[in-house]
């Protein structure tokens, strides 16, 4: 029964060639540009929680990346699992209002989100992404996602389909600590519909605070976990 209902499931929300295609470009841009390197284009933005938040104007995809970047007290393995949990994931962004994976295929994770609703005159905002890991010969790990149409998730009534252009967390081992992890994460979304400049802006760069939020879940389970 269990086998059927995986299979139901897989058939009923297919993940095409296109849509892994599309990934792929995502992680590519991604792995490419991720650094501070100057050539990068990254310029600071502003300090949010002890950490600089800094944007960059892609031309591969034409939007603005934001990104933050941390160290999180634990493996890059564990680091990976953590943000594949939805559990996890809803507790480090405070704009979640829901979230949770749809089916798991060919090692990619189609995914659902929600937003709460960002003001009294703006709708709130959802959106369907597939996402992957990508590992590097040096262990670092690519977790990239990035916006998908399916005919059999159609919009909701109440919010507005967001496009999620490219999130990525990339997970690299520690040199100094190898019970720690080098973190970074990015942003680029259209939030589509009407919605004020200033707020959407102010959106993407909190969402960088995500890593600093990462790191006091991992600190406070470990806490946890030791009394």
């Not at 995502?26 to 002890?50: C, D, F, H, I, P």
């Not at 937003?115 to 590992?135: E, H, Q, Y």
């Not at 990525?168 to 520690?174: L, Y």
């Amino acid at each position: 029964m269990i086998l059927n209902c995986l299979i139901e499931m897989e058939a009923k929300h297919k993940i095409t060639e296109d849509m892994e295609n599309k990934l792929f470009e995502r992680y590519l841009a991604v792995k490419e540009n991720y650094t501070l390197e100057a050539k990068n284009g990254w310029t600071s933005e502003k300090e949010l929680k002890r950490m600089t938040v800094y944007s960059r104007n892609d031309k591969t995809t034409n939007s603005k990346w934001i990104r933050g970047q941390g160290v999180i007290p634990c493996s890059v393995a564990e680091a990976i699992e953590l943000i594949k949990d939805d559990a996890v994931r809803k507790s480090i962004d405070n704009s979640c209002e829901e979230t949770y994976t749809i089916s798991k295929q060919k090692d990619h994770l189609l995914m659902y989100a929600s937003s709460k609703k960002p003001g009294m005159f703006v709708s709130a905002r959802d959106c369907i992404v597939l996402a992957s890991v990508f590992t590097e010969d040096d262990g670092t790990a690519f977790f990239i996602g990035t916006s998908v149409e399916t005919p059999d998730l159609p919009d909701k009534s109440g919010f507005v389909r967001a496009e999620i252009i490219l999130v990525a967390w990339i997970f690299s081992p520690n040199k100094e600590d190898p019970k720690k992890t080098d973190v970074v994460y990015i942003i680029s979304n259209d939030p589509k519909g009407w919605i004020p400049t200033a707020l959407s802006d102010k959106f993407n760069l909190v969402q960088a605070v995500q890593v600093v939020h990462l790191e006091k879940y991992i600190t406070k389970k470990s806490t946890e976990g030791g009394n």
